[in-house]
């Protein structure tokens, strides 16, 4: 049944190529002119659509979580669970040992995770961490930089691949890389554990 | 949702192009079962010898920004089938909007074949005057400049100006071509043709990639270009 009606359109459709192609055929020079307009149009409408703003994610930041392990009494397995910080300031530490002027977070309220932008020019980035404004930590992360193309509008952007990190066990007691590459792909790179 | 992008648009038009393509040819086979008379035409029919008008019209409006010129051979077989071969040069000079420069120019080819679409007219006034849909093969070996990409870093300091200079690379690409081609005068053939342009094969993301391509045009996974031609028929 299906396939019959479907001959039939065939048929029709041939027919009515026909029908075009004869038009085409005995109007050569209206047809030029139809498609001619149509060929301007196509060309008009391509040169519109040039973008030329960047609308891409530019920035690679490092993103670490806050973890804690709970003891499961009746299995005795520990699972683990995300830490919300009370109160959490952040800042850099120069390779000089000079904290940085600029904050990075500031007294900032229950924060299971952070974005801290690690240094381009140097394959060490360092950060004092200080939590619950008491018991500060300082973290270590050395990186190799590598840099990725965007576009010509967007220009060139740097990211990094993590190598080892260190971190002091005053509040925190380990850390954990959960992804080397970091890039603009919004992934968890660190998991720091808190017991 | 449906969207009608350009994109689209390209894809029903190629699609549409396609089936009139094999409508055509399967006319023919019957045609060819019942009589033999198409088989009068014979196989050389000479060749044509044809300018672009279109690319140094458009290197004066854009301000030089990208420039080109370009011709082809395009032999006449059984009036029917039309094996192309087009040469040309290009090349672009362009500022973007955060400062970098990009700078190209190329020698690129391209072969084909151009197929008869409509019907042999017998008629001798429109006996030349054909559309045409075919498929090209382009490549390009050229060398380009990326410079003034700037990288700065906000918060720990520090900012450095990259340049790439002298990369030399070889780009190839199909196109789909539709056109139309009238006798003018005596030897004198005047046409147009609207082309659609693809990679065969996608840039790796984060590499340095030429913004502009001789040929082929600017960057992207498809492109559409416009040819007017201007011919000679020997």
Redesign the interface.
């Known amino acids: 049944m299906k396939r019959e009606s479907g001959n039939n359109d065939y048929f029709n459709?041939?027919n009515l190529?026909n029908i075009l192609?004869n038009f085409?055929?005995n109007n050569?020079i209206k047809s030029?002119v139809f498609?001619?307009i149509t060929?301007v149009f196509?060309?008009s409408?391509?040169c519109i659509?040039s973008d030329?703003?960047?609308r891409k994610e530019k920035n690679s930041r490092l993103k670490v979580g806050f973890y804690t392990a709970i003891l499961n009494s009746s299995t005795g397995n520990y699972t683990l669970s995300t830490l919300s910080i009370d109160s959490l300031t952040v800042n850099?530490v120069?390779s000089l040992g000079n904290i940085?002027d600029?904050v990075?977070y500031n007294n900032s309220k229950n924060l299971s995770s952070i974005k801290l932008?690690l240094?381009?020019?140097?394959n060490e980035?360092k950060f004092i961490i200080r939590f619950n404004d008491s018991i500060q930590d300082t973290l270590t992360v050395f990186h190799t930089n590598y840099?990725?193309?965007l576009s010509?509008?967007?220009?060139?952007?740097?990211n990094h691949l993590i190598d080892t990190v260190l971190i002091t066990n005053h509040f925190v007691d380990s850390v954990k890389i959960q992804e080397h590459n970091v890039s603009t792909i919004d992934a968890e790179h660190l998991q720091i554990f808190h017991n | 949702m449906f969207q009608p992008s350009?994109q689209n648009i390209y894809r029903y038009f190629i699609i549409s192009l396609l089936i009139?393509v094999a409508?055509n040819f399967s006319?023919a086979q019957n045609k060819t079962a019942g009589s033999d008379k198409s088989s009068e035409v014979k196989w050389w029919n000479g060749f044509l010898v044809k300018m672009d008008v279109v690319s140094p019209v458009v290197t004066g409006f854009s301000d030089s920004e990208h420039f080109g010129m370009e011709g082809s051979v395009q032999f006449n077989l059984k009036r029917k089938i039309f094996p192309v071969y087009e040469i040309g040069f290009g090349g672009a000079d362009?500022l973007?909007?955060?400062a970098?420069r990009?700078n190209t120019n190329g020698v690129f080819q391209r072969i084909g074949v151009d197929f008869g679409l409509?019907?042999q007219?017998n008629d001798k006034e429109?006996i030349n005057?054909m559309?045409t849909g075919g498929v090209r093969l382009g490549w390009s070996n050229f060398s380009y400049d990326?410079t003034n990409?700037?990288?700065?870093?906000?918060?720990?300091g520090?900012s450095?100006t990259?340049n790439f200079e002298g990369r030399s690379t070889t780009k190839t690409w199909y196109e789909i071509v539709v056109g139309?081609q009238?006798q003018v005068y005596k030897n004198l053939y005047m046409g147009?043709n609207?082309r659609n342009r693809h990679f065969f094969k996608e840039d790796t993301s984060?590499?340095?990639?030429p913004?502009y391509i001789p040929g082929y045009g600017k960057s992207g996974s498809s492109n559409?270009g416009?040819n007017y031609t201007i011919g000679y028929h020997f």
């Open positions: 459709f041939k190529f192609k085409l055929h050569f030029t498609i001619w060929a196509f060309f409408t391509s659509v030329e703003v960047c850099g120069d940085m600029s990075l932008p240094n381009k020019f140097s980035s840099d990725q193309y010509f509008e967007c220009g060139i952007i740097r | 350009m009139t409508v006319a362009k973007s909007s955060n970098i990009f409509l019907k007219s429109l005057n559309l990326l990409l700037s990288l700065s870093d906000d918060y720990w520090g450095q990259l139309i009238v147009w609207i984060g590499n340095i990639v913004w559409t416009f």
